[in-house]
């Protein structure tokens, strides 16, 4: 993962949840996000989605939380087939419906993963697939979670 050395202000990304609710990235705000960005025809993306799951199960709290941004432009109802087709549990449903984040962001690939801190801003980014619930990587997100703790 590419670290900033100093946090970056994000755009103000809107999507909907799987229930259709207008959401953005401040609804975020005072956990530390790990903002994944992917779809199901991307294949790197659906090898990756279980370690997300996995990772938020883990490490999902008031702290942390691992938000899943689809981009797929047939929405809700594929998103809702891949989960269930792969046993994704622990994810919220989150939908990008015109796909406009990918630009906003500047995140030209798939899949895109942004660390964002408890105020929103970026920290860090990794384009291409990861084990996300490595021993590694939950050792790290664990500390930038206590380092970045509640003000």
Avoid at 92 to 98: A, F, L, S, T
Wanted: glycine share 10%; net charge negative.
């Amino acid at each position: 993962m590419l670290i900033w050395p100093e946090p970056k202000p994000v755009e103000a990304v809107s999507f909907v949840d799987g229930e259709g609710k207008p959401r953005n990235l401040a609804d975020f705000r005072g956990k530390v996000v790990l903002l994944n960005l992917w779809a199901t025809w991307c294949g790197p993306c659906r090898q990756e989605m279980p370690t997300l799951d996995r990772l938020q199960a883990q490490l999902g709290s008031p702290d942390f939380q691992v938000v899943a941004l689809s981009i797929d432009l047939d929405g809700l109802r594929v998103v809702r087939d891949f989960y269930r087709e792969v046993g994704i549990r622990h994810l919220g449903i989150y939908i990008d419906e015109n796909a406009s984040a990918i630009s906003q962001l500047g995140a030209f690939g798939l899949p895109a993963i942004l660390l964002l801190d408890r105020e929103g801003r970026e920290l860090g980014r990794k384009l291409g697939e990861a084990t996300w619930d490595s021993p590694e990587v939950v050792a790290y997100l664990r500390e930038v979670i206590v380092s970045n703790g509640r003000q």
